[in-house]
């Protein structure tokens, strides 16, 4: 294994580790509302990105953006994509219902690959079908027999799936796209901050000193594991990032029944059956077709 593979899959693993546990980071400050959580979200990414893309001087790939116009508005869908996303992942996670962002983010490479058959012109061989087919019988069988649809995991799913479809459009690393997002994001964040939060920590200069840090902390909390995924996607090739995304929802999953005592119901537990099965369907067929594809030698 060569020595940038190794470096990639320790990043990997850092940043699908990171999305895990971020959860607990979430509860440590759930006094604080979700709206607020993501309005700091914004702010101190903006500015841990910004400080970043200055010390790398990176500055002429934010140019290069601007100079193409067509990107602009893409950017500010993504920018909305990302903000709801996170907006209802706190919301989930500050009311006991990790077990639903957990099953969110395991839905979400099948719903990409939907999105990359209905907008990129990829096919689906028949076992991806297959695994298709299994993910949407599983959210299917709770609706027909529980009347209930897993409607937070399939808008996380979906929302973040079709951000990540609108960025692959976009040619700009994580980096200094987060940037160009939190920009977007920057007026609003400060309005409702200033004139609309009524809480009592909406005052900065209220909070105590270790809430304000906490705060603070959104913004590389936010960055880091983004960029991280940056290094590892340059160093891995797209089919063996794919089997490090479980990390994170795996972790979710850990710690919503272990640490936080959610109730593993049974229709949960059908639907996360079905889903499991989809994607141990999907990875198998995605590692047995890596492997036959011609090894070219130097």
């Known amino acids: 294994m060569s020595e940038l593979k190794k470096q990639g899959i320790v990043f990997a693993i850092l940043a699908y580790g ?22 700091h979200r914004v702010i101190w990414s903006f500015f841990f990105t910004l400080a970043l893309i200055l010390m790398l ?35 989930a996670v500050n ?14 490479p099948i719903v990409n690959i939907i999105l990359g058959m209905a907008f990129l012109q990829e096919r689906l061989r028949p076992v991806q079908w297959f695994a298709v087919g299994l993910a949407v019988f599983g959210v299917a069988v709770e609706l027909v027999a529980f009347g209930e649809i897993p409607w937070i995991a399939l808008t996380l799913a979906v929302t973040f799936s079709t951000y990540g479809l609108i960025r692959k459009q ?16 920057l007026s609003p964040a400060l309005v409702y901050l200033l004139f609309f939060v009524e809480s009592t920590t909406g005052n900065l200069l209220a909070n105590t000193w ?22 590892a996607a340059q160093r891995l090739n797209y089919s063996t990032m794919g089997f490090f995304q479980y990390i994170a929802p795996s972790i979710m999953f850990g710690l919503a029944i272990g640490v936080y005592g959610e109730t593993f119901t049974l229709q949960k ?24 594809q011609p090894k070219f030698q130097s």
């Open 18 to 39: 990171l999305w895990g546990f971020l959860p607990m980071y979430f509860k440590v400050i759930e006094q604080v509302s979700p709206a607020e959580i993501v309005v």
């Open 95 to 108: 009311n006991d219902r990790i077990l639903d962002g957990s099953l969110g983010y395991y839905i979400n």
């Open 170 to 185: 976009i040619p700009v690393d994580a980096q200094t796209g987060l940037f160009l997002e939190t920009a977007v994001l």
């Open 210 to 231: 270790q809430l304000n840090s906490l705060l603070l902390l959104a913004g590389p909390f936010t960055s880091v594991p983004l960029i991280l995924f940056a290094a």
């Open 269 to 292: 537990g059908i639907t996360f059956l079905f889903i499991w099965a989809a994607l141990a369907v999907f990875s198998l067929d995605a590692l047995r077709w890596q492997r036959q």
């Open 57 to 91: 001087r990176r500055w002429q790939k934010v140019k290069d953006v601007f100079a193409q116009p067509k990107y602009l508005w893409r950017l500010v869908l993504s920018s909305a994509l990302v903000s709801g996303n996170w907006l209802l992942y706190i919301w």
